[in-house]
């Protein structure tokens, strides 16, 4: 079954650390990556996608990941984050069919 | 506003008491979607629907219903809830199916606990 690995459950960085979340998905065919975040007491919402092109996309606050096909990897990237980053990530890739699949979610604590 | 809707944002309930989550969206999408999230284990599809009449199942649907007899709505049935149906239920929407890459517009959640 497809799968999305994100090894990072809770992370910790004070205010203007560099961070690194990690995504590893299993499906070897054609995907399109997602990365949505949830702030406290807010809807999930879209923070950057991959479909197609060059593989480093940029999203919005500054935020940006880079796809590595060979590695099944997306990992999220931010040079230097803010205690208004606090919020939970999520890696998602598209399965078969119409599905989406969610990784477990990294939980992100920006201490000021 | 474009928005998806969900009723009720919270609810208990008891075990085998049927019971419906409504999903509405407002922005015409085709695809909809309801997710459960748990912790450790993020969200997990349930099921989906690519257009009105046409439903499958998502990774998680062992005890779940959904019908789709109009474009904006997409209620979750749980003809018997048990206890590990206890979870957080987001109801999502895109224009089209993920694989288009369309941004999905996720509701504002439903905290369901089942005794």
């Known amino acids: 079954a497809q799968s999305v690995s994100q090894h990072n459950h809770h992370v910790i960085l004070s205010e203007a650390a560099s961070l690194e979340l990690g995504c590893n998905y299993s499906?070897?065919?054609?995907?399109?990556l997602f990365w949505y975040v949830q702030y406290p007491g807010q809807h999930l919402q879209l923070l950057l996608k991959?479909?197609?092109?060059?593989?480093l996309v940029k999203g919005i606050k500054g935020f940006e990941a880079e796809f590595i096909k060979s590695k099944f990897s997306f990992n999220l990237r931010k040079p230097s984050v803010q205690w208004s980053d606090t919020a939970e990530y999520f890696c998602?890739?598209?399965?078969?069919?119409?599905?989406?699949?969610f990784g477990q979610g990294t939980e992100l604590s920006v201490k000021p | 506003e474009a928005q998806v809707t969900q009723n009720p944002r919270y609810l208990i309930t008891v075990t085998g008491k049927k019971l419906t989550v409504t999903c509405s969206q407002n922005?015409?999408?085709?695809?909809m979607s309801w997710y459960r999230q748990d912790p450790g284990l993020g969200l997990r599809q349930i099921y989906y629907?690519?257009?009105?009449?046409?439903?499958d199942k998502g990774d998680v649907p062992e005890g779940y219903k959904v019908s789709r007899k109009e474009k904006r709505n997409f209620p979750l049935i749980l003809e018997s809830p048990s206890p590990n149906q206890t979870s957080l239920y987001f109801c999502?929407?895109?224009?089209?199916?993920?694989?288009?890459?369309?941004?999905?517009?996720f509701g504002p959640g439903t905290r369901l606990t089942v005794l």
């Open positions: 922005m015409n999408h085709e695809y």
């Open positions: 999502a929407s895109s224009s089209r199916p993920p694989r288009s890459a369309d941004t999905q517009y």
């Open positions: 499906y070897g065919g054609t995907v399109n």
């Open positions: 998602a890739v598209t399965g078969q069919g119409g599905k989406l699949i």
């Open positions: 991959y479909f197609s092109g060059d593989p």
């Open positions: 629907s690519m257009n009105v009449e046409v439903t």
